[in-house]
């Protein structure tokens, strides 16, 4: 999956109670990885999950990316 405005396929979430924490995501083959370092975040991620990208300003619901 990629972001609807650059292609990027590199996400993040923040984090409903850290407004500090961030996880770091990708989507390959339809399945959520978070980054080895990261730890999941407890509701994990769902079509509604407020997703930002990580090289340009798009923000959205994760059910608004684009399938490759």
């Known amino acids: ?3 609807p ?14 407004a500090f924490e961030t996880h770091e995501f990708s989507v390959a083959s339809g399945e959520v990885r978070f980054d ?3 730890v999941p975040p407890l509701h994990g991620v769902q079509a509604e999950t407020e997703t ?3 090289k340009c ?4 619901k994760f ?3 684009k399938n490759t």
């Open 1 to 3: 999956m990629e972001c």
């Open 5 to 18: 405005l650059c292609g990027c396929q590199q996400f993040f979430l923040k984090d409903p109670d850290d």
């Open 36 to 38: 080895a370092d990261g």
């Open 52 to 54: 930002f990208c990580n």
């Open 57 to 60: 300003s798009w923000h959205g």
């Open 63 to 65: 059910n608004e990316l």
